[in-house]
């Protein structure tokens, strides 16, 4: 089966300039997550959908962040306008609630660089 | 809520000789433990995970972990570490019976010597 795809693989941009990122889960799982990776950091969590509901966004910085799971499939997560700190990994992760093993599978990330 | 503690940033050691990194967690409720890795430039790849049942669980790539709930930790281990073991490690904690929070470590960063 295929794996988490995420899209940019790696982005460079100036501050104040927005940002998108996209994801797509395994298929069959509905539950979504984006996780943020700064340097010689563990990933933190910024956003968790159950399907197309976000249940716990609780993490993320609402004034320049935002993100969307329309239909409970694909994901965006933006940034406007982006920081020097937004400066990190991306990642996105799904998993299938009805299988209680707590167990994440992860994208392989998008680079964020802002000059 | 829950958190995890991993000792040791920067573990080093040489090829053939036994890996351990540390992880200790704080949970109030029973605990699901895991072990990512994470190679340059890659996502996380689960290593091994500890649910319920017996308390040493077996991974890919001949690591091993042992929960060990009197002291609250949960180290990794390799009998013999290889030249691709090199990565970073992270340990991750969630309440048992949910996948809906993964807590992460700060990670060790494993090296191998020649």
């Known amino acids: 089966e295929a794996g988490v795809v995420q899209s940019p693989r790696y982005k460079i941009i100036e501050k104040k300039q927005p940002v998108a990122f996209w994801c797509n889960p395994i298929s069959g799982h509905n539950t979504l997550y984006w996780y943020r990776q700064n340097l010689g950091q563990g990933p933190e969590l910024l956003i968790r959908y159950e399907n197309e509901e976000a249940v716990d966004d609780s993490q993320l910085p609402k004034d320049r962040f935002s993100a969307e799971r329309l239909k409970g499939v694909d994901s965006t997560l933006k940034i406007q306008p982006a920081e020097l700190g937004d400066s990190a990994v991306y990642l996105c992760?799904?998993?299938?609630?009805?299988?209680?093993?707590?167990?994440?599978?992860f994208g392989e990330g998008s680079r964020l660089t802002v000059l | 809520a829950q958190s995890v503690t991993q000792l040791g940033s920067h573990v080093s050691v040489s090829e053939g000789a036994l890996v351990l990194l540390r992880c200790n967690y704080s949970s109030s409720v029973p605990p699901y433990l895991f072990w990512y890795v994470q190679y340059p430039n890659q996502g996380l790849q689960l290593l091994l995970k500890y649910t319920t049942g017996a308390t040493l669980v077996k991974g890919i790539n001949g690591f091993e972990a042992e929960f060990k709930k009197s002291e609250t930790s949960f180290h990794l281990t390799k009998p013999s570490a290889h030249m691709s073991d090199a990565a970073e490690y992270f340990c991750?904690?969630?309440?048992?019976?949910?996948?809906?929070?993964?807590?992460f470590g700060t990670g060790t960063r494993l090296t191998i010597i020649p």
């Open positions: 991750a904690v969630s309440v048992a019976g949910g996948n809906e929070k993964l807590t």
């Open positions: 992760a799904s998993s299938r609630r009805s299988v209680n093993t707590g167990e994440l599978f």
